[in-house]
């Protein structure tokens, strides 16, 4: 099976079952249009933090996406918030799948939960992209740029989402809520991640006025393409999108890149030759985003990307809690406590090495 094919085929597991019956029930009484019976509701194996799976119906197939059982960390799996914002960009530049309902009643299946439709498409997990040539691959990467670009030009005003974050300086307000929700799920003190936090503290930006809708998990993986074309037909994964300052998703998504081929559920292209696969470099990406946006450059590009090293290693901590206390969406959950520390060891190399 392809890296492709597994993460676009649903996978059965024991974690967080759904109560077809109740579901069905409620989906009947509360969508239009909406039939039924149910005939098969498989959890996707991709993702760790919001259960996700495909129904399929005689009428055609939905994706439900709801937050995880248990007992779960403040402002985290906010599939309400998933659901506002695509519902927002339903009408512009950025490809978003169509939502149907959002269902707030925890009762129906234990959680709050809201239901897609379901896109046909292709998702890659290797930032390589092995299955094309090397026109392709370029292809690919400048239609994720476009899309990013296109994202951090959405009119808020006429998008309905002017109040979807708070005001004030973005880095200083995530720095709090990352450092929080790391202690939070702290298993064993990792004495780089205390000194990373102690240096972004001590250099957190002034606020440079730049606000426009961030999608917070900026990846390939988070992009589904047209079955045939370099096309992003569905950017995914809204959970911690919010208002925010536009160069946090494109540090993300480079510290991504700079991660090595496998580092959990990221796929990265340490040591990678990237001009002998057609995929542009670090500075080429960024050049062609600045392009896009109209900007000459980015000044503080080290800060920008240890706080995104930061911020991921804080994530993975959260999803190493949940599945020490058996809440977790991902199997492979468990096994991804170990990256917290070498990826704050990145920052800190990249903090030394470039800041």
Known sequence: MSEVEQKSTPQQTAVDQLDIERLQEYLIQQVPGFSGPIKKAEKFSGGQSNPTFKLETDAGSYVLRRQPPGKLLKSAHAVDREFRVMLALADSDVPVPKVVHLCEDRDVIGS?????????????????L???????RGAFYEEMNRVLAALHSV???????????????YFERQF?????????SELEPIPAMDQLIH???????????????????????????????SRAIAVL???????????????????????????????GLMHVDRKSLGIPSEQEYVSRYCERMGIERIDNWAFYLAFSFFRLAAIIQGVAKRAHDGNASSKNAAGLGALVEPLAMMALDVIKNES
């Open 237 to 267: 994964d809204w959970e911690l999108s919010t208002l925010g300052h536009p160069f946090a998703d494109l540090a993300y998504q480079c510290m991504q890149l700079r991660m090595p081929a496998n580092s959990g559920n990221i796929s």
């Open 155 to 169: 009119d808020l005003e006429v998008a309905g989402l002017v109040d979807y974050g708070r005001p004030g300086n």
């Open 199 to 229: 240096w972004l503290g001590e250099h957190l930006p002034e606020d440079d006025g730049r606000v426009s809708l961030v999608h917070g998990d900026y990846r390939l993986d988070n992009i589904m393409f047209h079955p045939t074309e």
């Open 130 to 136: 092995p299955e094309l040539d090397n026109a392709q």
């Open 176 to 184: 709090g809520r990352w450092q929080g929700q790391y202690r939070a």
């Open 112 to 128: 709050m939960f809201y239901l897609m439709e379901y896109c046909e498409g292709r998702i890659f997990w290797d930032a390589a």
